[in-house]
């Protein structure tokens, strides 16, 4: 293993890169990145253990394959910034790997199958979008099992591709992913985080640029019931010129005990000029009790960048809009449905695939009571 | 025909710290074919009245009642009320995210009429009340009320009047915030519904300027939560000239 490298000294950016689980303490709680975080239900994470490898379930398409974690084509330059992603990447026997050929154009998605091997599971996935190519990939994570690991996303010079997750998992499930994208030279990205269930779910995407010109959207939507937790703690760091990020993570949360934290830091870097960032999350809680945490942060190393922006928001469900929609006749439950509907809209929308948008907006509406679609 | 009946209804709104009486017994017939118009000073209680008969959460009625057609009213919920026939055009309309003005119109449409409009009439049918009411057609791809300018909110309100054509209409300061050109389109809106579906109207304002296009049958002054003078349309006239001085004092004694 390398030495760690250090990063020029920011609040923001990590500053461990390495593959060695030592050079990475096990976490308290006090630090920064995991004061939100419940250090106590993710203990099992911040110990290397014999755990299986997340596989494919079912039937895949060619590009996407599942080979073992020393296969010279998977990342040998990327290096994980915590604890968990360094035991997963250590321990993992496996990794599941998409390549998108150099100028191949798929118009289907692609779909992968996420298979979990047991109880608790490291994790790891590729996708190699090749220059000039144009994909979709959605992955479907299983339902049951614990996940402990990361997703790499490689964008080629040109590449375009949509990266679409869902988690929709049992409420006993706790998963910590990891999920660095790295843009190259004039590349698009449009990454969807959609997270439906789970106990505890923590996220970090982390984008960055490999060259100039690259544009990328970091979408989410995620949804809490019950007692369950979610922290999407995102990094988005302007390392190149003339670059655009855009980020809106949108949170629905019912239940007495629903927790989320959402943590939005934009890095722009002094050579990162004539960039173009936003982003914005907002929450909207439909029942008394949950608490949705917030925190936009933007470090602009360079004062010359087209624009930067952020916002946040968390309301409560609004009893004026659903009497608005009720004096126009519409039954309660489906004023509901229209406006939780119109909050996500701006999310979903972006899943080109209409079924797949359809379906996940039909498990929000069951999850929620507000239509039972069960 | 139809009529609605208001008898001696008092209503409070509800807030953090108890109820606040608004209402203190107002007794109203609202029948088909009829304008009445209401004028009262600002806080005596107009919009509450209008909240109430529609059924706003925010309020409740602690005595009295209000009939339409033999039917129990305050039996019924928000969206009941609006099936059995009333509506009301709101003094300040909602904002609604993401929700899109021909969405909403055709889901409410839906929900009155117990079935979905025919695609190719429906849109057809929108089109020319918008071109009516001089809105741009790509007011229908935007979302209900949001970005809208007071004006575009009134007109949005009565072209949701028209289109939903209810028994009652209850029009709360609908003339608030329209220049003279607005005014008259949305008030040519309102007559063309009120001739098409001989509907009964109850028109709160502060003006007479709304009352030269929109012809009243019987003024009412509304002071400090009631009714406390009736007349016919040169009741308005005195009401701006001379304010409510007189009724307030009265009110007051
Ligand atoms: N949510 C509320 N909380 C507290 N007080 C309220 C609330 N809603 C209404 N009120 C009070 O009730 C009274 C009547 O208000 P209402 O809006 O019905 O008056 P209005 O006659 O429509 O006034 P305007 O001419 O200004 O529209 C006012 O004193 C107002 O402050
Ligand atoms: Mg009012």
Same mark, same amino acid.
């Given at each position: 293993?390398?030495?760690?490298?250090?990063?020029?000294?920011?609040?923001?950016?990590?500053? *461990?890169? !390495?593959?060695?689980?030592?050079?990475?303490? /096990?976490?308290?709680?006090?630090?920064?990145?995991?004061?939100?975080?419940?250090?106590?239900?993710?203990?099992?994470?911040?110990?290397?253990?014999?755990?299986?490898?997340?596989?494919?379930?079912?039937?895949?398409?060619?590009?996407?394959?599942?080979?073992?974690?020393?296969?010279?084509?998977?990342?040998? &330059?990327?290096?994980?910034?915590?604890?968990?992603?360094?035991?997963?990447?250590?321990?993992?026997?496996?990794?599941?790997?998409?390549?998108?050929?150099?100028?191949?154009?798929?118009?289907?998605?692609? *779909?992968?199958?996420?298979?979990?091997?047991?109880? !608790?599971?490291?994790?790891?996935?590729?996708?190699?979008?090749?220059?000039?190519?144009?994909?979709?990939?959605?992955? +479907?994570?299983?339902?049951?099992?614990?996940?402990?690991?990361?997703?790499?996303?490689?964008?080629?010079?040109?590449?375009?591709?949509?990266?679409?997750? *869902? +988690?929709?998992?049992?409420?006993?499930?706790?998963?910590?992913?990891?999920?660095?994208?790295?843009?190259?030279?004039?590349? @698009?990205?449009?990454?969807? !985080?959609?997270?439906?269930?789970?106990? /505890?779910?923590? &996220?970090?995407?982390?984008?960055?640029?490999? =060259?100039?010109?690259?544009? =990328?959207?970091?979408?989410?939507?995620?949804?809490?019931?019950?007692?369950?937790?979610?922290?999407?703690?995102?990094?988005?760091?302007?390392?190149?010129?003339?670059?655009?990020?855009? *980020?809106?993570?949108?949170? =629905?949360?019912?239940?007495?005990?629903?927790?989320?934290?959402?943590?939005?830091?934009?890095?722009?870097?002094?050579?990162?000029?004539?960039?173009? &960032?936003?982003?914005?999350?907002?929450?909207?809680?439909?029942?008394?009790?949950?608490?949705?945490?917030?925190?936009?942060?933007?470090?602009?190393?360079?004062?010359?960048?087209?624009?930067?922006? @952020?916002?946040?928001?968390?309301?409560?469900?609004?009893?004026?809009?659903?009497?608005?929609?009720?004096?126009?006749?519409?039954?309660?439950?489906?004023?509901?449905?229209?406006?939780?509907?119109?909050?996500? /809209?701006?999310?979903?929308?972006?899943?080109?695939? =209409?079924?797949?948008?359809?379906?996940?907006?039909?498990?929000?509406?069951?999850?929620?009571?507000?239509?039972?679609?069960? | #025909?139809?009529?609605?009946?208001?008898?001696?209804?008092?209503?409070?709104?509800?807030?953090?710290?108890?109820?606040?009486?608004?209402?203190?017994?107002?007794?109203?017939?609202?029948?088909?074919?009829?304008?009445?118009?209401?004028?009262?000073?600002?806080?005596?209680?107009?919009?509450?009245?209008?909240?109430?008969?529609?059924?706003?959460?925010?309020?409740?009625?602690?005595?009295?009642?209000?009939?339409?057609?033999?039917?129990?009213?305050?039996? #019924?919920?928000?969206?009941?009320?609006?099936?059995?026939?009333?509506?009301?055009? #709101?003094?300040?309309?909602?904002?609604?995210?993401?929700?899109?003005?021909?969405?909403?119109?055709?889901?409410?449409?839906?929900?009155?009429?117990?079935?979905?409009?025919?695609?190719?009439?429906?849109?057809?049918? #929108?089109?020319?009340?918008?071109?009516?009411?001089?809105?741009?057609?790509?007011?229908?791809?935007?979302?209900?009320?949001?970005?809208?300018?007071?004006?575009?909110?009134?007109?949005?309100?009565?072209?949701?009047?028209?289109?939903?054509?209810?028994?009652?209409?209850?029009?709360?300061?609908?003339?608030?915030?329209?220049?003279?050109?607005?005014?008259?389109?949305?008030?040519?809106?309102?007559?063309?519904?009120?001739?098409?579906?001989?509907?009964?109207?109850?028109?709160?304002?502060?003006?007479?300027?709304?009352?030269?296009?929109?012809?009243?049958?019987?003024?009412?002054?509304?002071?400090?939560?009631?009714?406390?003078?009736?007349?016919?349309?040169?009741?308005?006239?005195?009401?701006?000239?001379?304010?409510?001085?007189?009724?307030?004092?009265?009110?007051?004694?």
């Amino acid at each position: 293993m390398r030495a760690p490298t250090v990063a020029p000294a920011t609040d923001l950016a990590p500053r *461990v890169f !390495s593959r060695s689980i030592e050079d990475f303490d /096990v976490p308290v709680g006090r630090e920064e990145e995991w004061r939100f975080a419940p250090i106590r239900e993710l203990a099992d994470f911040f110990q290397p253990a014999v755990w299986g490898s997340v596989g494919l379930n079912g039937e895949h398409d060619v590009t996407v394959e599942y080979v073992e974690i020393s296969d010279q084509r998977l990342s040998q &330059t990327w290096m994980p910034t915590d604890r968990p992603s360094a035991i997963a990447r250590e321990q993992a026997t496996h990794a599941v790997l998409v390549t998108i050929p150099k100028e191949s154009i798929h118009s289907n998605p692609i *779909v992968v199958n996420l298979k979990n091997a047991g109880e !608790s599971n490291y994790l790891h996935v590729e996708v190699h979008a090749g220059p000039f190519s144009k994909s979709q990939v959605v992955l +479907i994570h299983d339902t049951s099992g614990n996940v402990n690991g990361s997703i790499l996303s490689l964008l080629g010079d040109q590449a375009d591709l949509t990266m679409l997750s *869902v +988690i929709d998992a049992d409420a006993a499930v706790m998963q910590h992913l990891h999920w660095f994208t790295e843009v190259g030279r004039d590349a @698009h990205f449009l990454g969807l !985080s959609i997270t439906l269930g789970g106990g /505890v779910i923590r &996220t970090v995407p982390t984008l960055t640029y490999r =060259a100039p010109g690259g544009k =990328a959207q970091m979408l989410g939507a995620f949804l809490l019931t019950g007692d369950q937790f979610q922290e999407h703690r995102i990094l988005v760091d302007h390392t190149q010129p003339h670059c655009v990020s855009n *980020v809106i993570y949108k949170g =629905a949360l019912s239940g007495e005990g629903a927790h989320s934290v959402w943590i939005g830091d934009v890095l722009v870097r002094r050579e990162a000029i004539g960039i173009e &960032t936003y982003e914005l999350n907002r929450n909207l809680l439909l029942t008394d009790g949950p608490r949705a945490d917030s925190v936009p942060n933007l470090e602009l190393e360079t004062g010359d960048v087209i624009s930067a922006g @952020h916002a946040s928001a968390t309301g409560r469900f609004d009893d004026e809009q659903l009497f608005y929609l009720q004096s126009r006749g519409i039954p309660e439950s489906v004023a509901r449905q229209l406006v939780v509907r119109g909050f996500f /809209v701006d999310v979903l929308s972006k899943i080109d695939d =209409a079924e797949l948008s359809g379906s996940l907006m039909r498990r929000i509406e069951s999850k929620l009571g507000i239509v039972d679609h069960e | #025909m139809s009529k609605l009946t208001i008898t001696d209804l008092h209503a409070s709104v509800i807030t953090e710290d108890g109820d606040t009486p608004i209402l203190r017994g107002v007794s109203l017939v609202v029948e088909s074919g009829t304008t009445n118009a209401i004028m009262g000073p600002n806080g005596s209680g107009k919009s509450t009245l209008a909240y109430v008969i529609a059924g706003h959460p925010k309020y409740t009625v602690t005595s009295g009642s209000i009939d339409l057609d033999g039917q129990d009213v305050l039996a #019924m919920t928000v969206d009941e009320r609006a099936r059995a026939g009333l509506f009301l055009a #709101m003094q300040y309309p909602v904002e609604i995210p993401g929700v899109s003005v021909s969405n909403f119109l055709r889901t409410s449409i839906t929900a009155l009429k117990g079935e979905a409009p025919k695609l190719r009439t429906w849109t057809k049918d #929108m089109k020319e009340a918008m071109a009516d009411l001089q809105m741009d057609p790509a007011f229908a791809s935007r979302n209900v009320n949001e970005g809208f300018s007071g004006g575009e909110k009134k007109r949005h309100e009565i072209l949701q009047l028209g289109l939903m054509q209810p028994k009652i209409a209850i029009l709360d300061e609908t003339d608030s915030g329209l220049d003279v050109d607005a005014l008259k389109i949305v008030s040519e809106g309102v007559n063309r519904y009120k001739e098409s579906s001989n509907a009964g109207v109850l028109l709160i304002t502060h003006y007479t300027r709304i009352l030269r296009y929109i012809q009243p049958d019987v003024v009412h002054v509304f002071v400090d939560g009631r009714i406390v003078a009736t007349g016919g349309p040169e009741l308005a006239d005195v009401l701006e000239a001379d304010g409510y001085e007189t009724y307030t004092a009265a009110a007051r004694a």
